[in-house]
């Protein structure tokens, strides 16, 4: 039986948008009227899904409504500390909600790096976020990196020490990733068709690649 869903890449550069507001059909065929092509939505860190998150409903809805579709996962409050084991844990379930919500293989799934404590390592850090991408690679999704303030990481530790091939600047002043660059950019915030949202821009990184989104299978 064909999936109603299927693995795609922008074929240009492309509008979109981050939200933590729920959407419906209806939103969704707004916001692609006003010019959004693509949309991320939150998944949980943990067992429990926060009444906000994405649902198995509303991706349908989302996808039925023309936009094409990522999620990302919910980062710690600000001051938290990673290591290995939290980046294994909270894989795990990125993994297991993105899969419950009806995600394909081969879609990227980001994990949403700030807000880390000062004083963290950044061997800490990598090992946190590698963990993370080892679970997401696992379960046959592609893990993406959202890059926010007090990462702790510079340019050459995001490009040399994780195993991340998909990254998304944050709206913050953060490092480039060297030699790669990034792929998605967030650029800012606005209110749209009543929707409080981060606007975003795809494009290939330096190296020719770029972000893996699933859309409706026509």
Same mark, same amino acid.
């Given at each position: ?61 989302? @996808? !039925? $409504? ?5 999620? %990302?996962?919910? +980062? ?6 990673? =290591?290995?084991? #939290? ?25 949403? @790096? !700030? $807000? ?5 390592? %950044?061997?800490? +850090? ?6 993370? =991408?080892?679970? #997401? ?82």
């Amino acid at each position: 039986m064909e999936s109603l869903y299927k693995a795609a890449t922008p074929v240009q550069k492309a509008k979109g948008f981050d939200t933590n507001t729920k959407l419906n059909t209806d939103l969704a065929q707004q916001l692609k009227h006003a010019g959004y092509q693509f949309c991320l939505r939150y998944i949980s860190r943990s067992t429990a899904e926060d009444p906000r998150d994405l649902t198995a409903e509303e991706v349908g809805d989302i @996808l !039925e $409504g023309g936009l094409a579709l990522m999620p %990302v996962q919910h +980062v710690d409050r600000k001051g938290w500390t990673p =290591n290995a084991a #939290l980046g294994k844990e909270y894989g795990a379930e990125a993994a297991a909600h993105a899969r419950e919500v009806g995600f394909i293989p081969g879609i990227n799934v980001w994990l949403d @790096l !700030e $807000g880390v404590a000062r004083g963290t390592t %950044v061997d800490a +850090v990598v090992d946190y976020a590698n963990a993370w =991408n080892q679970e #997401l690679f696992a379960a046959g999704f592609v893990p993406g990196l959202y890059v926010g303030n007090d990462s702790i990481l510079n340019s050459d530790d995001l490009y040399q020490k994780l195993s991340f091939h998909h990254y998304w600047k944050s709206l913050s002043q953060v490092p480039p990733v060297a030699q790669r660059g990034y792929q998605m950019i967030q650029v800012m915030g606005n209110i749209t068709c009543g929707i409080d949202l981060d606007e975003d821009y795809v494009q290939p990184d330096n190296m020719g690649e770029t972000v893996i989104w699933m859309v409706k299978n026509s």
